[in-house]
């Protein structure tokens, strides 16, 4: 039986230098259930896909909300001929209900626990419509597939943990993973590191050192083992601020890590309370960022504007932040995603006719109180503070300001990524002026 993971293509004109993970790792879930199967990994935003020209047994398409709107559309294409349409992913398991409109079989949660049953129900020609995926623990994963799509990327991405115990109402992470955290063993994430990451690579867990901070220190020293890799992630402000919180910093950065990106959410304390994020800020966030910084980690900040409760002097102190704690940012308009407590709350004031392709974090999706944040003035103020922010000047400026603990790796590193974020930040400004001539 032959297979086609389809990874969708994004509405937008910005591109992850990132491999998709779910294409390389489905199609290791595939041959371990199934080693006669045949894989083919396809990621559209790289590859022009076409159903009239797939020769294969099932199409298995695995989607979040921004690119829901492509996946169905492909996906009915391909079952008007004839294919056999299976779709999950984080938005499948949210909107079940809608997304089994475009599918012969939907995968709610997790695959581990069902991946095989379906692809058996597959060959049989037996789809059901719905598999229903369990928690499990995580050992045992099966090491991702080596595809040729790495040649089209600069790095892989790997996860360590599942689940996050905190509760913030726009993030739907922990009504779908759990409020728990599951840990890969150490052992099989530094084997996997060591065989299947470059020389830098992503990890894509939600807190990198949240949790088992044991566990954690562990597996940083392992990762330090592993012949010299550079990597970054996402992490708390809370965790660094305990007693073990410059042991872990260290520990972190003798393993390679050279930048990480943190929520800072909102920039007054009412906002953090409205999204019930604080929990994860701790007490003391600025003094949080200065301690990573201190041990030559580059912090990147994710700042949500453009709220109901947000004014239009909101993205002038964003920019602020940056320049004073000297830290990139990466401004977020407001995107009440489903599934979240947000989105209930901003069900009523969604602007009609906005296909989830709008939810990019880039568009305003919503009615504003504030006549001064009308969908045209936020959305051209987001781009002017994204133009401030990726300057040339700004960037070179925090890059020089980087402690010399850090140096070379850190500095170069984070000057790529940054340089990066320039040129896409430039195309997607170009994006938008064209679509604003229509608006």
């Known amino acids: 039986m032959k ?30 259930a199934d080693p006669s199967a045949e894989v083919e990994l396809i990621d559209a935003n790289k590859t022009p896909v076409n159903p ?22 492909f996906a009915d294409e391909c079952r008007l001929r004839g294919l056999r ?43 059901k419509g719905i598999y229903r995926g369990r928690k499990m623990p995580l050992d045992g994963i099966p090491v991702p597939y080596d595809s040729d799509l790495k040649r089209d990327y600069r790095f892989r991405a790997f996860f360590t943990m599942r689940g996050c115990p905190y509760s913030c109402r726009f993030c739907s992470v922990p009504g ?48 330090a083992q592993v012949p010299k890799k550079r990597w970054y992630g996402f992490g708390d402000l ?27 959410e909102s920039n007054s304390e009412a906002g953090l309370r409205h999204f019930g994020a604080a929990g994860k800020q701790g007490t003391a966030r600025v003094e949080a960022i200065k301690r990573i910084q201190s041990h030559g980690i580059y912090v990147v900040l994710f700042v949500v504007v453009g709220g109901r409760y947000d004014d239009i002097e ?24 489903p599934g979240t407590e947000l989105f209930e709350e901003y069900r009523d004031y969604l602007l009609p006719g906005q296909g989830w392709e709008h939810y990019t974090g880039i568009n305003a999706v919503f009615e504003h109180p504030d006549p001064k944040m009308s969908v045209f ?17 700004r960037v070179a400026k925090r890059i020089c300001r980087i402690p010399q603990k850090g140096f070379p790796a850190t500095h170069l590193l984070s000057f790529m990524k940054e340089i990066g974020m320039h040129l896409e930040m430039k195309k997607a400004h170009h994006a938008w002026q064209k679509k604003s001539l229509h608006m």
């Open 377 to 393: 003035r936020r959305e051209e103020e987001y781009h002017r503070l994204r133009r401030e922010l990726y300057s040339l000047r």
């Open 238 to 264: 809370k965790t660094v601020q305990g007693n073990d919180g410059d042991r872990l910093l260290a520990a972190a950065g003798r393993s390679g890590l050279f930048s990480v990106m943190a929520g800072w």
């Open 314 to 337: 909101s993205f002038k102190r964003t920019l602020e932040i940056a320049d004073s704690l000297n830290v990139g940012i990466h401004p977020i308009l407001l995107m009440p995603l």
């Open 85 to 127: 349409v299976v779709m999950g992913g984080i938005h499948p398991t949210i909107l079940p209900g809608e997304a089994a409109g475009h599918a012969d079989a939907v995968v709610i949660g997790e695959a581990e626990s069902v991946w095989p049953e379906l692809l058996a129900d597959a060959k049989a020609g037996k789809l």
């Open 176 to 223: 779908v993973y759990g409020k728990s955290i599951r840990c890969r063993p150490v052992h099989e994430v530094a084997a996997e590191i060591e065989s299947r990451a470059g020389k830098i690579w992503f990890n894509g867990d939600d807190n990198i050192w949240g949790g088992d901070i044991k566990r954690n220190l562990q597996l940083f020293e392992e990762l």
């Open 3 to 32: 297979i086609t993971i389809i990874f969708p293509r994004y509405p937008f004109s910005e591109r992850s230098p990132v491999l998709p993970p779910i294409l390389e790792y489905l199609a290791a879930l595939t041959l371990q």
């Open 52 to 73: 009239a020209e797939l020769n294969t047994d099932l199409v298995a398409v695995s989607t979040m909300t921004v690119t829901a709107s492509w996946a169905y559309r």
